[in-house]
């Protein structure tokens, strides 16, 4: 009831915004600023990298996420081989014992071999999904397993799919098993829609049967690829039109330990054959504890670049430097053993750009693309600092720029936004060659708020910045969704009006992290949001689409008394225009409780007779999104006449406004 009425509510709300925006309201609320732009002063260019995503396998973002595998610990690799796995007996009884070691297959040696004595009934295991498997009614879902059977090769398999309320909502049967390994597949449709569901896998029989591989997935992937990624949650990346996308994060690159990094070689080629290993996000948080969190690479460097290449970003890799996290066990490879770890990276590149006649080209083709990635910005460690790194990153960049001179090469300031590793690492850097140096702020609002500065006395012929992790921190809330406050994305908004007025300086940024389970988050805030069935946009994230697809090619003054408008009178504003479609763009937040009259005066290029603005508001500033709820704070839309050069808009208290002008 509540929900209908606020639905009734909301266009009644976009009509007061659409009222404010006429040139006959300007004397309708407080008193006048007037914001000039100038149009047809282009101070810099917008790189179309500017807007970004920032891809990282934490809160289960990749396995039990965007990977639409709904089998946990498929391979039985996990340390407890049988985690996320449990034995059922249906009038039916047996053993199932993890077995190790299957010398022939080194990346994945653990298989489980079942013992059934079950001639009356089935005896199986139940895998519980992670945190349930997600079911979509009239969805083909595709099993798979890798067997053989050990004696009787009469043993028959049942593969059935478990409502919460312990009704089967969809099954097959396989059988015919041989004494060879072998992968026996089979599809079959749900009949009702699911948030937990889990998978019984149970045989008939009496005998011996060895398994692996235990696979599931629906058939409705993105772009329908077999065993590929879940199309909601790609969905909503690609609607950001992000510039880039980096990946795969993040510390899981530097691992707890060198042996716990991130190694792309072992992510491509077959699924079974990519070495499961333990996500580090597994143990990090001390009362977030996610003791199956593991790394199964079903979304390994392959499917990254796929990915990248589906939504139209450039792809950026992030690869280990010899380094593992230095808030953990903070180990170096000593320097003259560096050679394996850039030799990663010239085969990473010889993998993405290659010609399909080179070593790894060849592979990339195998795995079904023959046409180069184009890779042109690779990112050499993560949030390294002091001279230990200075020292790994030199190696690299000798290396790599002799032989690899197209290719941008992107070095970290450290994990803080200031203070000693942050000057160490930028003086330090500037006598070497990177491209861009990534800069990460975790901080409270008010930082934001306080820093849409930040970039303006950077040398505008120097190094350029990667803003490559940043989120407004806001307090603490009991639901998950809750710390993405509509407060801290208006702060993000306000210093993003920074970063692109000072796009001549920026060239990349995003919001860190991208995605979050609901049931099994370790971080947070974090831009979306999703469960088994849901995916949903926090307000962060309205914000950094309304930036993303209103980008522009150039910068324009955006002056208020002759300033740039950088939190006077709780104002922050930046302007660019877009020479290929003709249109300027202006964004405008304001941070206080007060609707603020703005007159904005266009000068240069005439703006023709309408325009339109989009707002991104809520009362409340500690509001936010949820699956409940998922829309409370979402950009409405309206049109409005432009009279000459002069646009009058009341800007509404906490909002976030995009306003686009064609030019005539
Ligand atoms: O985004 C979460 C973490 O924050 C990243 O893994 C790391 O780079 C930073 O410390």
Redesign the pocket.
Known sequence: MFDMVKKFLRPLQLLIISVFITSSSWQQGQQGQDITIQAGKLIAEVQPTMWGV?F?D?NFSADGGIYAELVKNRSFEFSLPLMGWRQVRLNGDGRAVPTFYSPARANNPHYVTLYVNAESGYYGLLNEGFRGMGIRENIMYNFSIMARARENQNLKLKVELVGQGNEIIGSTEIAGFTSDWKKYTSSFKATKTELKGTMRITFSGKGIVDIDMVSLFPSDTWKERPGGLRKDIVRMIADLKPGFIRFP????IEGRDINNRYQWKTTIGPVEDRKLIMNRWNVEIQNRQTPDYFQSFGLGFFEYFQLAEDIGAEPLPVLNCGMSCQFNAAEVVPLNELDQYIQDALDLIEFANGPVTSGWGAIRAKMGHPEPFNMKYLAIG??QWEEQYIERYREFEKVLKEKHPEIKLISTAG?YASGRYFDYAWSELRKLRPDLIDE?Y?MPPEWFLRNAERYDNYDRNGIKVFAG?YAAHDREGSEPESRNTWYSALAEAAFMTGLERNAAVVHMASY??LLAHVEAWQ?RPDLIWFDNLNVIGTPNYFVQKLFSTHRGTHVVPALLGGKPVTGQDSLYASATIDRQNNMLYVKIVNSSRTLKNIQLNIDGPAPSKEGTVEVLRADDPRSFNSIKNPELISPAERKFRIQGRKISVNIEPLSVNVISVPFR
């Open positions: 920032f990282e934490i994060g993040g510390c899981i993560n949030e994990p990460h975790y992790e860190a992290p971080w």
